[in-house]
């Protein structure tokens, strides 16, 4: 009942989280601008994300336009994209892989084999939270060091937007949910080979019909 419970919360967890980095993926808001100092003008907010940028008025009309080429993004926009699909990708194919080993499903009689399953869908989901977290660190990390850096102009400076912070919480999540899902249950040798009860020995009597002294204590 108890490894039941761990792997809904598991997979509860895991499945949150991928859909999470789709929306991360998906959202235009990876770096919005930052109004400091010069860079005063409140008319338009420039939103960059991964496969698009956005000019949002103040009005509130919005104007978006996808990247003419890949090859023209920068280093950590490229990295992005490709581990952030990636990771999509590995959650879809971890939640198949733990469905065929959940206990509520009978796609697999043997339940030390359900058990092995489970947990590779677990791992799956881990590697896919830390494909994720890796171009989130990296993006911020670029966005704050341009931040501070005094020759980068003040019209080109941005700040971490909403599609960081949801990322964020999708690779929290899978990590977490993959964890769980790992240790829900755990293979324990006791339980692949049957307890096989083993008799006492029985007391020998002497000749005389008598019982050994020996079988007394």
């Given at each position: ?196 009860y083993i008799p006492p020995p029985t007391k020998s009597a002497s000749v005389n019909g008598d019982y050994d002294k020996r079988n007394y204590v």
């Amino acid at each position: 009942m108890i490894s039941a419970c761990l792997e809904i919360i598991g997979l509860g967890l895991s499945v949150t989280g991928t859909l999470l980095v789709m929306v991360a993926c998906g959202l235009p808001m990876w770096k919005v601008s930052a109004f400091i100092e010069g860079n005063i003008v409140v008319a338009q907010n420039i939103w960059d994300g991964l496969w698009m940028s956005c000019v949002v008025q103040s009005t509130g009309q919005m104007q978006c336009k996808m990247h003419d080429s890949v090859l023209a993004l920068t280093t950590d926009l490229q990295t992005a994209r490709a581990l952030t699909v990636i990771s999509a990708v590995l959650g879809v194919q971890a939640l198949m892989i733990t469905i065929a080993g959940a206990q509520c499903t009978n796609c697999i009689s043997k339940e030390s084999i359900k058990a092995k399953v489970v947990n590779v869908g677990g791992v799956i989901y881990i590697i896919a939270g830390l494909f994720v977290l890796v171009p989130l660190c990296w993006m911020a990390n670029n966005i704050i060091s341009d931040f501070y850096d005094p020759q980068v102009p003040y019209a080109k400076k941005r700040e971490i937007g909403a599609a960081l912070y949801i990322g964020w919480a999708a690779s929290s999540m899978l990590l977490v949910g993959g964890v769980i899902l790992c240790f829900s249950r755990p293979h324990d040798e006791k339980t692949l080979y049957p307890l096989k009860y083993i008799p006492p020995p029985t007391k020998s009597a002497s000749v005389n019909g008598d019982y050994d002294k020996r079988n007394y204590v």
